[in-house]
């Protein structure tokens, strides 16, 4: 059965940095687009990175440009997102999710609207 599971959150000040590993299994899962999304507290879930398998392009939250990078192995089937220069507002629950149908681009890999699989979500906290 296709699942996706997270590892690698906890707590940093602000300024340090993370790295979230997520681990697919599945014949079909991420041959499309593989994303990570966050939601914190009262509000709602919003997409962070994502990165679309057939020609490795990525998408990026406006807020965390510059910041974040997502990377994918494809022979370990594990999708990363290092995270520099964490904000207290990068505060927030973050989950690593799998699509399974191709829509064409990159740009379909920035709605939720398009994963299949969710994992359980890592907690990642960041003080000030």
């Known amino acids: 059965q296709a699942q996706v599971v997270e590892s690698g959150g906890g707590s940093v000040q602000a300024g340090g940095s993370l790295r979230l590993s997520c681990a697919a299994s599945g014949t079909t899962i991420g041959r499309s687009c593989m994303g990570w999304f966050r939601q914190a507290p009262g509000k709602a879930r919003e997409g962070v990175a994502a990165?679309?398998?057939?020609?490795?392009?990525?998408f990026y939250a406006d807020s965390v440009k510059g910041r974040f990078t997502i990377s994918k192995d494809n022979a370990k089937r594990t999708l990363y997102l290092q995270m520099n220069g964490l904000k207290p507002e990068d505060t927030a629950m973050y989950y690593c999710a799998a699509g399974i149908n191709d829509y064409g681009g990159v740009s379909y890999c920035a709605s939720a609207n398009y994963y299949a699989y969710w994992g359980q979500g890592t907690q990642v906290t960041v003080s000030s």
């Open positions: 990165i679309y398998s057939r020609d490795g392009s990525t």
